[in-house]
Each structure stands twice: as C-alpha cells, then as structure tokens.
C-alpha cells in the first residue's frame, strides 16, 4: 500500500466512525508538542486531527443543557472515530492510539488537568481544517466555530494535509462583544482566567471552593451548601464528565450555520 492509498483509507475509517472533518499534519510541524508527543508514541510520525460538529440548533438553545448535552455527544463522536481509526491503523501494524480532547487529562503540575497533550486547535488549523477566529478558536469553512476537536497520534508515515491560505473568520467581532465576561480581547487574546471562572463555573475550582468552605462553615451553613444549587451541579458533571457552562463565542460565529 502506498503512502497515499494509506491516508486516503486512514481518513475514511475516521469518517465512517462519526468524524465530519479530518486532516493530517506531521508530528515535526508540532514541534512545540513533540516532547510530549514522544512520550505518548515512541517514534511517532503522524498526527491525525478529528473534527465533530455540534448541533447549531442545541449550541442556540436557551436551554444549557441541550448545548451541554451536544458537546457530551460531539465529544463521543469524536473519541469513537479517533478509537476506531487508530485500531484501523494497528490493524496495518502502526502502534496508535487516540488521544483524549476533554477527559482524561494529566492532573499533576503545571496544567492540573487544564492543558491536553495536543493543542487541537493549532493541529486543525496546520492540518487544513480551518483557521483561527479572533476568539482564538478553530474556524472550520463547513461548520464555524462549532466543532470539538480530537485526533490519533500514529507511528504510521501519512500525507500531510496543506494549511488554508485563506482566512475562514470575517473578523465580524461578534464572537468577542458575546462574551458575558469580557474574557476575549481579539486576535486570538483569551483571558483564561476570567474564561475559566466562567465556563467551568462548577468544575474543580467551584469543587475546591466548597470543600474549603466546608472546612469552616457552621452546621447550619454546611446543610445548605450540601442541598444547594452548585452541589447538584457538581454532582451531575461527575456523572457527564461536561462541565462547560458557555457557548455564546461558538453560536454567534456567523461561519456557524446548519449543514448544507
């Protein structure tokens, strides 16, 4: 088999397992990734990027929890293609593995569980998905911002995909004036924190608040906390592992819009 008939059948394998867009990119084009890449994959080559689209109409609700409920599916449909073209990959004797976007992640220093192995964004937009909006999310010309991303890490030698010379994002800013929390600045500028403290409102730092306060608080206020309103919520993204609580920057993207 030839390198090219083994990136074309390698991208339909992620295709016919729930992917909607795929690219390649080679692992020395990640060469602020390739320490971390190496311990993930001893003599890796290839990386390949798996993209998954939201429902536009979920990511527009009014309701969270439809827009919560999509990513927990975007995100299945991702891992389930990356799986299944990895086992595609070994069954031509290239050790693969997918690689986690979202859940599982390394919690020890420096990210604790906040930074993944790849930055996908960056590996979308050199492997040809998309470009960068001035949210400093993956643009993708099929569905705009609403995507997640994950891929496979391969020792497999695949064609690279060429980078977009054109600019997918119209820089309308709308995806900047929709932050509730003034968390973008453009040009790709986040600030993470403010970003964080919002999206992941009841993730781990909301988990840490309350143990501590938990520490000191009377009876009286320690019932409340544990029949209140945010415990619920940390409970449920225990059970979903979805703790995003913000898609305003993903459904104001004008380039986000129903499948043709």
Not at 62 to 74: K, M, P, S, Y
Not at 100 to 116: C, Q, V
Not at 145 to 157: E, F, I, K, N, Y
Not at 219 to 248: D, P, S
Request: aromatic share 8%; net charge positive.
């Amino acid at each position: 088999m030839t390198k090219k008939e083994r990136t074309k059948q390698t991208k339909q394998a992620a295709l016919e397992h729930g992917a909607d867009l795929v690219g390649v990119v080679k692992v020395e084009d990640l060469s602020e990734h390739r320490e971390r890449i190496d311990r993930m994959m001893p003599g890796a080559q290839s990386i390949l990027v798996v993209a998954t689209r939201h429902s536009l109409g979920s990511l527009r609700s009014g309701a969270n929890e439809l827009a919560q409920f999509d990513t927990i599916h975007a995100y299945h449909e991702c891992a389930r293609a990356a799986h299944a073209t990895a086992r595609f990959l070994e069954s031509l004797r290239f050790p693969s593995a997918a690689v986690p976007a979202f859940i599982p992640l390394d919690m020890d220093e420096p990210g604790k569980g906040m930074r993944g192995e790849i930055c996908w964004r960056r590996a979308g937009v050199r492997a040809g998905l998309g470009s960068y909006g001035e949210s400093g999310a993956l643009v993708t010309k099929e569905y705009g911002q609403a995507v997640r991303l994950s891929g496979v890490v391969t020792t497999a030698d695949l064609s690279p995909d060429a980078s977009l010379k054109e600019d997918i994002c119209d820089h309308c800013m709308r995806c900047i004036e929709a932050c509730p929390v003034k968390a973008l600045s453009g040009k790709g500028k986040i600030n993470k924190k403010l970003c964080g403290d919002h999206i992941f409102k009841f993730g781990f730092r909301y988990f840490q608040k309350v143990m501590e306060g938990m520490m000191a608080r009377p009876t009286a206020e320690l019932r409340e906390i544990v029949h209140g309103h945010g415990l619920r919520e940390i409970w449920q993204t225990f059970m979903t592992g979805n703790y995003y609580y913000c898609f305003k920057c993903q459904s104001q993207c004008p380039t986000t819009r129903l499948p043709v």
